[in-house]
């Protein structure tokens, strides 16, 4: 069964501290992305990557990093936590098949919450 | 900018009725649409997928349809059950291949 498991449900954190969120996944997937979803606004991508060491800005890349030294692992780093960055974040991979981005695996989700 | 639109108003529906969900594009020709489901808490998982030169598709009691001139994709779950009630989203890939989401809409059946 493919899984893509991420490292915490739920996380606490205060303004200002580094939060790294990772993700991994079995299934050999060349593509991986980091979402996050909010009441109202939806799923926003906030970067994806397609390859080891390869990464590109989604549509809300500010305020965070990410980093993929390995195939099955994709890290999102909030280098200073602020209140707006609350919110449920999603990992998701996919196999390329010519990099048309088929359908996407999603991880259970981290529910942060900054104070 | 291109969007996917979808009904933002819960439907509520009889249990052994058909749901149908209405998935809506602008401003650009996805060239297939994505269907997920989303229970609360939880990621999206996938359902079905369409491609634009697909009118209809159909997986167990799910039937999707792509309609480019209405620039429109229905999907439809018949003889619906109290455990298909989740949050159905829909997506489309944008032209740098990239997902665009829908905000999803709640559905409810009611026994």
């Known amino acids: 069964d493919v899984k893509v498991t991420q490292s915490s449900r739920y996380l606490v954190k205060r303004t200002g501290e580094k939060v790294f969120l990772e993700c991994v996944q079995d299934?050999?997937?060349?593509?991986m992305f980091w979402y996050r979803q909010d009441p109202g606004l939806g799923l926003r991508l906030i970067y994806f990557s397609y390859d080891v060491k390869m990464k590109e800005k989604g549509d809300i890349p500010e305020g965070y990093s990410v980093s993929r030294e390995k195939k099955e692992r994709f890290s999102l780093i909030l280098e200073s936590a602020s209140t707006n960055q609350t919110s449920m974040y999603l990992c998701a991979s996919s196999s390329p098949h010519d990099r048309s981005y088929n359908e996407q695996f999603f991880g259970p989700g981290t529910r942060l919450t900054v104070l | 900018s291109q969007k996917i639109e979808q009904n933002s108003e819960a439907l509520n529906i009889q249990e052994g009725k058909t749901a149908t969900l209405t998935c809506n594009y602008t401003?650009?020709?996805?060239?297939?649409l994505q269907w997920y489901r989303q229970d609360p808490g939880r990621g999206p998982v996938f359902l079905l997928l369409?491609?634009?030169n697909e009118k209809e598709k159909r997986k167990e009691r799910l039937k999707v349809t792509f309609d480019t001139t209405l620039k429109q994709s229905l999907f439809h779950i018949t003889a619906s059950q109290p455990a298909d009630s989740a949050t159905y989203l829909c997506?489309?890939?944008?032209?740098?291949?990239?997902?665009?989401w829908g905000l999803g809409t709640s559905l409810a059946v009611n026994p």
């Open positions: 369409i491609r634009e």
């Open positions: 401003n650009y020709s996805p060239a297939y």
């Open positions: 997506a489309g890939r944008s032209n740098n291949r990239k997902l665009i």
């Open positions: 299934m050999d997937h060349e593509n």
